[in-house]
């Protein structure tokens, strides 16, 4: 199956509930004159306007399609359906309710919680951004302070998903190691040595 596009998975959803996304090119606010690129501004709206977001880009095409990626994260938080469709079109926009829900689950707030019971820096570097504006991939590295692990890296189709993909393979080195006190350094560990 070839992959669809954020606009083609929100148009086939709100056509199966007699409903369509209405698309609308935004007016540049405070266009940089300095600046040779062009950003678009595109805001989606469905469900005659009770969903509603904005997005840009630096083609038409783009804004639009982080305008659809916006919109089926948006439906997603109060839909279950959106959540399954985008399950089988193997896209992963970040639901923002599970966060909310279940915070013990957050994993990007259970790593920071480690990191200030032990004074300990976490630092996430976006190292490659690569594909198409509708399938781009995110590539995070997460290096962590004083501690005796290599940095990890993680590719996901968001930087977020890959962010929290790196906290989760942290967490997860750090439990298999037991105790936390057994991975910090006493010295001071300088970048160059990751």
Do not use: W
């Not at 086939?12 to 369509?20: G, H, P, Q, S, W």
């Not at 095409?61 to 948006?74: D, I, P, T, V, Y």
């Not at 930087?159 to 929290?164: D, H, L, N, Q, S």
Request: glycine share 2%; proline share 4%.
């Amino acid at each position: 199956m070839a992959n669809k596009t954020p606009r083609i998975i929100l148009l086939e959803y709100l056509a199966r509930v007699d409903e369509k996304p209405i698309y609308t090119e935004l007016p540049q606010m405070f266009p940089d004159p300095l600046s040779t690129k062009s950003v678009f501004h595109y805001e989606v709206s469905a469900y005659d306007g009770q969903y509603n977001v904005k997005a840009t880009g630096q083609t038409r095409k783009e804004a639009k399609h982080e305008a659809a990626k916006k919109m089926l994260s948006q439906l997603a938080t109060d839909k279950m359906d959106v959540r399954k469709l985008l399950e089988e079109n193997n896209f992963d926009i970040m639901v923002q309710k599970s966060f909310a829900v279940d915070p013990e689950k957050n994993v990007l707030n259970k790593l920071n919680a480690i990191c200030l019971m032990n004074n300990i820096g976490a630092k996430f570097i976006l190292i490659k951004e690569a594909g198409e504006a509708h399938n781009k991939l995110y590539t995070m590295r997460c290096e962590v302070e004083n501690l005796k692990v290599p940095p990890i890296e993680a590719t996901k189709r968001s930087m977020k998903g890959a962010k929290i993909a790196c906290a989760k393979k942290l967490l997860e080195l750090i439990e298999d190691r037991k105790q936390l006190k057994l991975l910090v350094d006493t010295q001071t560990v300088t970048s160059s040595s990751f």
